[in-house]
Structures are given as C-alpha cells and as structure tokens.
C-alpha cells in the first residue's frame, strides 16, 4: 500500500542528492511492568547535536521503511505500541529547507507536502497505540510527527519547540495546521502557528508545550526517556487515563481564526501570504475532517514553495543564522587584538546605553568621560540604574550586578581614563570638527595600539581620522536604536584603517552578539542611505502634492513594519533631516532637503501625526505647514517611484562597492531596519517584481538564490 | 560536648541493571555518570516523604576515578540529578569495596552526629574504564619485594587462594558457580531482584552490537541461567595453565551503578522512612594483595568481636562472588556448607556482575529483602574481598527481627 509513496520519495529523493539523511532506527524493548514488547523508532542523522536532525525525502522513506517494519509487527500482535524520539539534545527541526530551495516545479513541491502527510499518517492507523517522546528540539516537522501520534510527552528540558513555518513564508503543512487546532482548540493553535511564528519565531519550552496540552505528560530532563516509557507502560496497560479538554467547536474557533488575522495583519498587513493560508486551513480545521484538511496543506505547501516570500524568508533566514555569523569581508580573526578596558567618550543617553552593552557582553571595565562632572555622573548613575533594573528583574544576580557596577566609572580626565583602555568609542555631537577634536584629545593619551571607534552614522570615518598620528586605528562602529534591541552594527573602513583593527573591531562586535557588516567609508553607510533616499522619495511626492494618506497607504502592499512617517517620528524629524542634508551634499542630484520638513523641524513638531483618536491621523498644525504642488499620483505610481528610487540607490551603493554583494544590503535591512523576511530585506523583491530590471536592466541576484531555481 | 553515639539505618537501596563491559554490552554508550544519576533518582523517587534539601552529603565511590567517573563524582552526580545545589558530595575510592565504604563512612559520620541522612552509592563502568587504566604502580612495590608481581591481577590472586585452601577444588567452585546462576535465576521467577532496579534509557549507534536506536534496559545483563557444570568444565583458566579460575566461577568485568539511603534512625522515625537494616559494626582489614580473596575473613573475624557477635550469629550473608574461591575460603573457614542456604540466597556477582565500586549496596538491598522475608533471623552480614589485600564486612540487624518465635 505505500508503493506509491515510495516511488513519490524516491522521486523527490532524486532532486536532492546533498541531503543530510536521518535515519529512523527501529528497536525493541520490554516494557516496564509487564506492558509488553514495544518498538521505538530513534530518528537520528548521525551527527551530534551541533548539526540537528532534518527531514528531506530520503528521511522521509527511512521513517516509512520503519513503519513498514512496526506496521507488520502491530499486525501480528508483536508489540504492544509504538514509540518515536530523537537523538540526545534533539526531536527533530524540520524540514531540509535546502530541499526546499531545490525545488523547481509545483508537482515536485507537491510531491514533498503529501510524501510527509503518507508517512505521518501511518503513524496514527497503525493497529497498536503510538507515542512520540519529545527528547529535545522540535521544531516543524519534526513537531508534527508527534501530532500524529496517539500519546506525547514533553522533557522539562526541551529549549524549543515551535512551527515556524509562517516565520519562513510556509505553513505547517505536514498535519499541523490540522491536527494541532483539533488538539488543542483554534486559540492554542493560533498561539503557536501564527502569533509565535510571526514574532520572531518564538520558542515554546517544554513545560509551555504540556501547559498548552500539546503534550499529554511532562518529566525531567535527568530520566526522561525511562520516565516516559514507564508511563508508556502504565497507558498500555490502563492505569493512567488521558484526559484532555473538549475543543471549542463554536465561535470560539472562529474567533481564534480572526484573531490570527489580526495579529497577521499587525505584522506582514496582506504583504505575505503564510499566514492567511494557514488560517484558511485552521478555519476550514473546524470540521475535524481530516482529510480534507491535508489536502488543503499539500495545496498550500506546493503553492507557497513555489512562491517568491517563501525564497525570500528562506533566503532572508540564512542571512541571518549564517551570513551574520561569517561577515564578507572581515579580515582574518587571528589577527584581533584583546579587549580588556573600553573608553567611552560622551555620557550622553547614547554614550551610556553603549557603555550598558559594553559592560554587558565584555565585562571589562568601561569608563565614561564628558566635559563636567554633572554629565559624568549623570552617565555612570544611568548605567548603574540599568544594572538594579536587570537585577530587579532577575535578569542578573546580586554578584553579577555588584560586579557589573564596580566596572563602571567615570573620568572628567580622558588621560586618566584611557590609559591603559584597548578599545575607545565616541558618541559626541555629529559635527566632524568635534570628533578631530575628541579623536586627537584620545590619541594623546591612550595606549598606542588602542582602537579608536566612532559610532557617527553619516561622517566620514577617513576624515576623522585624517589628522591623526595613527589614523589607521580608526574604525566606524555604527549602532541602530534600540542599540539594546537591533542587532545590525555597521562596520566602516576607513581609507587607512588596517587589518588588525578592522579584526579588533568584528572580534568586539561578536562578543556584543552583533549582526556585524563590514562597510566602506561611503555617506550614510547602507542602512540609513537606503531609508533616506526612501524616505526622501515619499517626501518629495507629498511635497510635489500627492496626500500624505495615499503616500503611506501606497508603501502598505511592502508589509513593512510601520510607514514611512511613523518610521520618521522614531527617527526624530531633526534627525532625518540632518542626514537628508548630509547626503543632499554628497549626492545632489539624487538626495533633496524637503522644505516641507524643514518646517516640520522648525516648529519643533516630533512628527507628522496626532494620535488622539488611538489612531494616527495627520496632526492639523503639521498639514498646515505642508505646501504642496499639484502633482497626484495614484497609489500604484507612488510604489513605483519609491521603489525605483531605492533599487536605483542600491544598485549604485554595489557599483560603489559600499558592501560586498546585495546580501549585505539585505541583511543589513533586515537587522538594521527590521525589513521583513518575505521581501528577502529588499533585493529579492525588487527582482520579483521586475524594479531592478526596469531600473538597472538586470537583477540584484542570480536566479535561485532568492527565487525558484531556473 | 557530651555526644551520644546514633543508630544507623539502611532505609533503601536501588540499583542500575548490570551490564557486561565491552563494545557490545548495553550501556556501552551510557556515561558511568548518568548511570549513578539515575539510581540516585529513583531513590528519591521511591521516597516521597524525603526533603531532598534534608540530605547532608552523597558518598559516591568509582575505582578509576577519571573522565565521566571523576570530578568529584558525589558532588557532580548530585548536581546532575537535581538535587538542591546546597547538598554536599564527594567520592571514595576503596576499589571493589567502594560503595560499602561509601556506607560505612557515611554512617559513622551519622552515628557521630555530623549528618542526619545521606545518600552512599558507587558506580563502576568497566567498559569506558578497564581495570588498570591509567595505574601507575610505584617500581618499589615490585623492587623491594612489598608485594607479589601476582597482587595486581585479582585472577591470579584468586589461583593464590586455591592454594592456600588445596581442598577448594576447581569442581567445587564450578558447583558454587552454578548454583549462584540457579539461585538468581530463581530470584529473578520470584520478582526478588526487579523490584530494586531503575531502568536505563540506552543508546546504541554501533549496529554490530544490535539494534541501533534507544532502548531501555530493565534485567541483567550478565545472567546465564541454564549454566551446568559440564558447560564450565570446559572453560579456560586464564590466569594460570591448569589453573582453576574461570570466567565461569568468577564475576565478569561489568558496568553499573548502586545508590543507597542511610539515616540515624531518629530521623528515618521523625521523617516516616523505612528502616529496612540497622547497622551494628563493620571492619577492615588487610592480607597479603597476593591472596585478597582472604580479606573478608580478618574483617569478619573483627567486625563480629566489635559487635560482640559470633559467626553462629549470623542467620543470613550477602558475600561478593567476586570469585567462587573466595567464598568458599569464608564458608570453609568458618566451617559453613558450601551450599548452607543461608548464605547468597539469590545467588550473587557470579550471576549478577560485580561493577567494581557500585556492588557493595547491591548486597546491601538484597540483604535488606531477606530481612523482610524472614524476621526469625535476627543478625546478617554483608562482605567483600579488596584489590590489593584487604576484606571489608558490615554486620547488620533485621528491624523486623520477631524474636526468634514463628
């Protein structure tokens, strides 16, 4: 009977000859107690847990080669039931998303979706009871292979458990969107579908994943799997009862399913499909047909991989767990210098959260200098403020708060703060005679081989350094706000800034635990050189006289995670418009300073709208400083305006070679600006949606590496 | 400060099944620590009412003390078995009599007052750390003549004890040796033994040895049941040409781990633990290391004179069958039968296994289990010969003791 499924593994089998196999052992057991003769499936890809346990089509045959083996067994009363579980430290993670990428024709995709429905199922119409023990990380897949089970039970120490599907442009198409909701009820699901996926893909932990009664029984890391199968024992033979709560059929169900709509529209606004597929399926799901329910993912499995967000989420998310772990370009790491004290000058707001995160991550000392003593206190006392908040919360204990604050000081006198510092930042006033001034004040008196780092986001790194005795010390090290919370640090190369420093600087950047990108001395770097030519383009076609509603509105098909103005209040007006000045200066013919925002500026107004009504409306005094033109374009016109702008911007940033390859620009757009998995950053989609050709007459990325393979 | 001198009690014992060492023995990719971590456990398991915050140390005993076996394995296993970070631990090394050292040092410590309850344990893995491992023997020992070049090898030491006792034939220790597979064979029918082992979850990758995948380990490994004289006439005597040694009439090399709960008896009371044995005396001694297989009977001989006892005392021994011979020598010494049914009533380490350090506690809990059939019998005793010539023995009490009248 699973001839044909053979023959359709066989097939994807043959698409993906790089696969990394997991195996699906089969082992027999004796039961404690008395329950019999038990067969437990270990599903295991022969590396250690550095490399978790994936599920490609060759996997999926060796899953289905088990279950022949159990199957026959179950038959002729051989076994009392049928267990699953993992490798130590690992369930399994999922799909092979490298598989994934491979596929090129919807039938193949479709192939892959019902090939791991034919498999899985069988594990619920074997003729003796299943389990699925939860040893460890679950994630996808792996996941729903317990869901087809009878029985699971959850490890007190699993770290992660999740379907992160949605988070990639997917749904769970293996039973989940199915059997999860039928499981749990439609509210659950959605928790863990949608709204945990779409956050960052948030893990559940193991006792989250029994709390929500996806797990029927929870026990210690320390003897989980005995634990489990002497449950397994006393299930079998009756003497433990499983009871779960009845599912809410009603109008709950259809509630939860609005709720994941709204929480998706939150997100991804309609800009990416997963998360309205899965909730179609999940709302459909209410009936408990299953069947049809399975059908529905294949459908949807095969039609999302053959999509552009899916490529561009899979794309986006190897950005972000590889590329970010190996910047291009950063010299050898054998060349880094040790940091052992850090110099902070400036004890501004600025000044002392990097001088938090410093202290944080190194924990080395950290002196903060400033020109009197009341803004050096005022820096210091700030920190040591964050440092009882981590405290209060838990986040620390008391010996590493009190070792945390004794690191922290502050100095009127750089040269008896910076002595003996390895590695100095300033976070002074943005006004190039300023930062010679403090570079050269630095370079007085601190250790020769000290790094001198600024974190300007539009100077000239080589200018600053440009006066000095050892300009080639001298590196950007450009933060995003919430410094605590965006990961992307831009590292800028200066015109002399050699090796050393440069592998100083990413070694430093690594222990902050920051996407690091290596960037060239060019105005404004990528992230802030992008979203100001953005920006720009939608002040000019306000400015030029197209309403500020269908300007924004125009921007919501992108899914971005808030609008072009709301993006300018976090900014701050004055400082958009510092920078749009900056780069109006080094590229006039494509930056323009708005007048209209100057006024903006001038009237001391912190942005563009009022939210009194609880939703953002444009602030009257703000639409009586606007002076438009008479230009209206629609909404359709807008985008493209937009986006030619910004694909034009980036095509000349790589003919420039402010960064190493589109990749980059992505990855800084994602971690820097929070630009969304489904556009890929932004290079995928501007290739999918045919702006890079009309704009540079070619793409941004060869085909395949964000998109279905030629 | 005026001391008063505690009871002692044996509140409960648990063991890992026993595996055979090597690449195809069981727990052939199981940590000699985890396996200690799950007898620890189930101790705490099968004791509900016990605070685990109220243990004041874990004696844990491995002979080789490196690697997964090291690191001070008491304190580590305690660690890993989730008891309270504010619980001591340490380790002992007294080679085969680890973990009855583990007991007897733990309990004087109670007797004197220093702690209330503890937990005393050993583990040995044989298969990760052969014996001889890493030893480095000072050249003296050899040079001066301190010991016999023989005291290293424990089979030829036990060839030394058939000389010293001619009328211990190699026949008679085969017979000793099937009867020892009969009794735990026995055992086993009866669910004697099962009651007092924690399953193991088992990995296996090498498919030369089985089935890969996990499994979960639930009997003993090393049992032979079925063995008959004739099926051991014919094995080899390794350690000497026409010798009388076997690995039919001596334990194997094994993997395993035991864990045991003590308490002064006040507080086994106060805290509504069973009492399962109360501790009477216990010895030491030491013998020439050519001949270790004798130690049990000068620490017998002085364990019974602190406890004012004689061997006629004694209505039930639970002897480490680390070798066929050296129960016997014991049985013939004190003119006890070979086959004197109070003597291994569920057979013992030629059965079983004998995990080096861990096999003490296992006399221990199936002593504890005779107690409880047969409360006519009022004394036990718990004994084993040591690497390099010593004997160790602990005299018990039966609780249940009724007096004698049936």
């Not at chain 2, 034939?169 to 009969?182: G, I, L, M, P």
Request: some cysteine; charged content about 20%; hydrophobic content about 45%.
């Amino acid at each position: 009977m699973s001839t044909t499924t053979t023959e359709l593994l066989k097939g994807a089998a043959e698409l993906f000859p790089g696969e990394v196999v997991t195996q699906a052992h089969v082992r027999h057991l004796d039961l404690p107690g008395g329950a019999g003769r038990f067969a437990l499936i270990t599903l295991d890809n022969g590396f250690d847990h550095t490399k978790p346990t994936t599920i490609g089509p060759q996997s999926l045959a060796n899953l289905n080669a088990a279950i022949d083996q159990v199957e026959k067994e179950a038959a002729e009363g051989s076994i009392t039931g049928v267990g699953v579980t993992g490798k130590p430290f690992i369930f399994a993670v999922g799909a092979d998303l490298k598989g994934v990428e491979l596929l090129k024709e919807h039938k193949d995709a479709l192939a892959i979706g019902k090939g791991g429905h034919d498999v899985f199922r069988r594990l619920s119409g074997l003729a003796v009871p299943t389990f699925a023990y939860y040893n460890g990380a679950a994630m996808g897949g792996g996941v729903e292979i317990g869901l087809h089970c009878s029985y699971r039970t959850v490890s007190k120490a699993l770290p992660a458990f999740s379907l992160p599907e949605v988070f990639l442009g997917l749904v769970p198409g293996w039973g989940g969107c199915v059997l999860l909701p039928n499981l749990i009820g439609a509210d659950r699901a959605v928790s863990v579908i949608i709204e945990n996926s779409l956050n960052q893909n948030r893990q559940l932990k193991g006792k989250q994943v029994f709390e929500l009664g996806i797990a029927d029984a929870i026990f210690e890391g320390a003897d989980f799997l005995e634990q489990s199968l002497i449950w397994t024992a006393s299930v079998l033979k009756g003497e433990i009862a499983i009871e779960r709560p009845e599912v809410d059929r009603g109008d709950a169900w259809d509630q939860a399913v609005a709720r994941g709509k709204a929480v998706a529209d939150s997100k991804v606004h309609g800009a990416a499909p997963a998360a309205y597929r899965a909730l179609e399926i999940i709302a459909a799901a209410k009936d408990g047909d299953l069947g049809a329910g399975f059908d529905a993912e294949d459908q949807a499995l095969a039609d999302l991989i053959m999509g552009g967000e899916l490529r561009s989420g899979i794309y986006s998310f190897n950005l972000v767990q590889k590329r970010a772990k190996r910047p291009a370009g950063a010299p050898d790491k054998a060349l880094a210098r040790p940091v052992t004290k850090v110099g902070v000058v400036g004890a501004g707001l600025m000044a002392s959260q990097l001088a938090l995160l410093f202290l944080r991550r190194l924990e080395v000392p950290v002196v903060l200098t400033d020109i009197d003593q009341d803004r050096v206190d005022k820096g210091v006392g700030y920190v040591q403020a964050e440092i009882d908040k981590l405290l209060g919360k838990g986040r620390i204990n008391q010996d590493k708060a009190n070792r945390l604050k004794a690191l922290v000081s502050g100095v009127l006198d750089k040269a008896e703060g910076f002595s003996d510092a390895d590695f100095i930042i300033e976070a002074v006033f943005e006004e190039i005679g300023v930062k010679q001034q403090v570079f050269a004040e630095v370079e007085a008196v601190a250790p020769a081989h000290a790094i001198l780092a600024t974190n300007t986001s539009s100077l000239s790194v080589t200018e600053m350094a440009s006066k000095l005795k050892n300009p080639e010390r001298v590196v950007g090290f450009h933060f995003f706000n919430p410094v605590a919370i965006l990961p992307l640090l831009e590292i800028v190369r200066g015109e002399q800034t050699d090796d050393a420093s440069l592998a100083t600087a990413f070694g430093v950047a690594r222990k902050l635990k920051k996407t690091a990108v290596l960037v060239k001395d060019a105005p404004a770097f990528v992230v802030n050189r992008i979203l100001t030519r953005f920006m720009g383009e939608i002040q000019n076609i306000i400015d030029e006289g197209t309403p500020v509603a269908t300007a924004e509105k125009a921007i919501e098909p992108l899914g971005l995670p808030m609008s072009p103005l709301v993006l300018l209040e976090l900014v701050g007006p004055a400082i958009g418009l510092h920078v749009s000045e900056t780069l109006n200066r080094a590229f006039p013919e494509r930056f323009t300073v708005s007048q209209n925002l100057a006024a903006v500026v001038k009237a001391g107004k912190r942005g563009f709208y009022v939210y009194d009504s609880g939703k953002p409306e444009l602030d009257p005094e703000v639409a009586a400083l606007l002076e438009q033109g008479d230009t209206v374009l629609t909404e359709d016109q807008v985008r493209d305006r937009v986006l030619d702008a910004v694909a034009q911007e980036i095509g000349l940033m790589l003919d420039e070679g402010v960064v190493a390859e589109p990749q980059d620009i992505d990855l800084c757009l994602i971690t820097g600006a929070g630009w969304p998995f489904h556009l890929g950053g932004i290079t995928p989609y501007l290739d999918r949606e045919g702006v890079s050709e009309r704009v540079n007459g070619k793409p941004f990325l060869t085909q395949g590496v964000a998109s279905v393979p030629a | 400060m005026p001391r008063t001198i505690r009871d002692v009690v044996f509140v409960d014992g648990v063991r890992t099944p026993f595996g055979k060492a090597g690449p195809k023995g069981i727990y052939h990719e199981t940590r000699a620590d985890d396996l200690v971590v799950k007898a620890i456990r189930e101790l705490l398991r099968r004791n509900p009412d016990l605070d685990p915050a109220k243990i004041d140390e874990v004696a844990i005993a491995a002979t080789t003390q490196i690697g997964d076996q090291g690191l001070t394995l008491g304190r580590t296993a305690g660690i890993l078995a989730g008891l309270p970070q504010s619980v001591p631990g340490y380790s002992i090394d007294r080679m085969c009599a680890g973990a009855l050292t583990a007991v007897t040092a733990t309990a004087g410590s109670i007797a004197f007052g220093a702690y209330d309850v503890v937990i005393a344990g050993g583990v040995e893995h044989m298969g990760r750390h052969p014996m001889g491992e890493s030893v480095d023997p000072n050249p003296r020992l050899v040079s001066e003549k301190l010991v016999d070049e023989s005291a290293l090898f424990m089979g030829m030491t036990a060839e030394n004890l058939h000389d010293r006792y001619p009328s211990i034939t190699k026949q008679r220790a085969d017979e000793y040796a099937v009867r020892s597979q009969e009794k735990a064979a026995k055992a086993y029918a009866n669910g004697k033994i099962q009651q007092d082992l924690v399953p193991v979850s088992v990995r296996r990758t090498n498919a030369e040895a089985g089935e890969t995948g996990w499994g979960l380990v639930t009997a003993d490994e090393p049992m032979r049941p079925g063995t008959t004289l004739e099926s051991l006439a014919g094995l080899k005597t390794p350690f000497r040409a026409h010798g009388r040694v076997t690995a039919g009439n001596a334990a194997g090399l094994n993997d395993g781990a035991t864990a045991s709960l003590l308490a002064s008896e006040e507080t086994a009371r106060e805290l509504g633990l069973p009492v399962k044995m109360r501790l009477v005396s216990y010895a030491f001694a030491g013998v020439e290391p050519e001949v270790m297989g004798y130690g049990p009977i000068p620490a017998t001989e002085k364990a019974l004179a602190k406890a004012g006892l004689s061997i006629d005392d004694i209505g039930l021994f639970e002897i480490n069958e680390a070798f066929a011979v050296q129960v016997l020598a014991f049985l013939e010494h004190y003119g006890i039968a070979d086959d004197d049914q109070r003597v291994n009533q569920y057979g013992g380490a030629i059965a079983y296994g004998h995990p080096l350090a861990s096999s003490g506690v296992r006399l221990m809990t199936q002593l504890a289990r005779q107690f409880e059939e047969q409360p006519e019998v009022r004394y036990g005793l718990t004994t084993m010969c040591v690497g390099f010539g010593m004997g160790a023995t602990v005299v018990w009490e039966n609780p249940n003791f009724d007096g004698g009248n049936k």
